[in-house]
């Protein structure tokens, strides 16, 4: 008589053994691939969250304190070949040859270049260049002017993904450094990466200088006994002049509304916003643009509005100069 064997296996066993392996082994896959895509979610908002804080808070110290040094206000003195001509009219004697070489031709100051409160360029609407002087509202031990320095901000193409860019921060205490010296010979980091567009708004007032009083003259005081000028309006003087002599509070006021009136500029060129505008620095600040998270398939906007504080002031030394 014959025995079987049992110790082999069915083929109703093996494939049920195959199916259920299958059956882990496409869980666990499913649960690797989601395992996945959380991380790198979890990823890209971790660089979300922390390369906009980052960016905002550096430009906040930085724009927040901007200002314009005290030799931007000083005015030009009048040259010499002005004084030379009145000295030739006049027919002053000339200068000994050797008194005019002890003299010297111009003071180490004015061959100096002069310092840029505040610069930007743009290309197309993307920001290319963005240089200020700023400097830190605490004031060191024994030391009664704060420390300034010039900042450098740039966009350039991100190494990392070349169709994005990247923001580049430097920074320097000499602030008539040249700004080609800068870019080139100034150490720079990098505040934020993964950028698809930047741009920038700058807005500023159109302040008015003060109108000088002309000084009042003696001699047209009548003498005792005679009448003077009437008070008021006269019957001669249009209405409107009438009105405008008689409340200077009102033309006043009307001007400082004015003045809250804000132009809007993408660049900021000193030259021509001293002409446009008589102003040196612009009051607020608009940074705008997109960021895109690590996975390359979110776009995240970020908008950071900044006050320069030191503006009102530089306004009434703009006003009065």
């Known amino acids: 008589m014959i025995k079987k064997s049992t110790l082999g296996m069915t083929l109703i066993e093996i494939s049920i053994a195959l199916m259920i392996a299958s059956m882990m ?11 996945t895509k959380v991380s790198q979610t979890v990823d890209a908002v ?64 004015d061959t100096e270049p002069k310092p840029i409160a505040f610069y930007s360029k743009i290309e197309g609407k993307r920001l290319l260049t963005m240089s200020f002087i700023t400097t830190t509202r605490l004031v060191g031990f024994r030391r009664k002017d704060p420390y300034r ?9 991100d190494e990392n ?31 934020m990466r993964r950028i ?9 007032p159109k302040i008015k200088p003060k109108q000088k009083t ?30 405008a002599n008689k409340s200077p509070a009102d033309q006043k006021a009307k001007e400082k509304e004015e003045e809250k009136k804000l132009n809007v500029a993408d660049a900021w060129i000193p030259a021509q916003m001293k002409k446009e505008l008589n102003v040196l620095i612009p009051a607020y600040v608009e940074i705008e643009g997109i960021f895109v998270d690590g996975t390359g398939a979110r776009e995240r906007p970020f908008k950071f ?10 306004a009434d030394r703009m006003r009065n100069r």
Do not use: W
């Open 196 to 204: 698809k567009t930047c741009s920038m708004r700058l807005l500023a």
């Open 25 to 35: 082994s496409i869980a666990l896959f499913s649960f690797l691939r989601n395992t």
């Open 46 to 109: 971790l660089d979300y969250t922390e390369a906009i804080p980052l960016a905002y808070d550096q430009l906040e110290r930085d724009i927040s304190a901007i200002y314009a040094p005290d030799v931007l206000y000083e005015r030009k003195p009048p040259s010499q070949s002005k004084k030379k001509g009145a000295a030739g009219k006049k027919g002053a004697p000339a200068t000994p040859p050797a008194q005019a070489a002890q003299t010297p031709s111009a003071s180490s100051s």
């Open 305 to 314: 509005v900044y006050k320069i504080q030191s503006f009102e002031e530089h």
């Open 161 to 191: 993904s070349p169709e994005l860019l990247k923001l580049v921060r430097q920074q320097s205490p000499d602030i008539r450094l040249p700004l080609k010296k800068f870019e080139e010979g100034v150490p720079s980091f990098t505040l």
């Open 214 to 243: 002309p000084p009042k003259d003696k001699s047209t005081t009548p003498p005792a006994g005679q009448q003077g000028p009437q008070k008021g309006p006269q019957k001669n003087q249009p209405p409107a002049q009438a009105t």
């Open 149 to 157: 320095m010039q900042v450098l901000y740039r966009t350039m193409p």
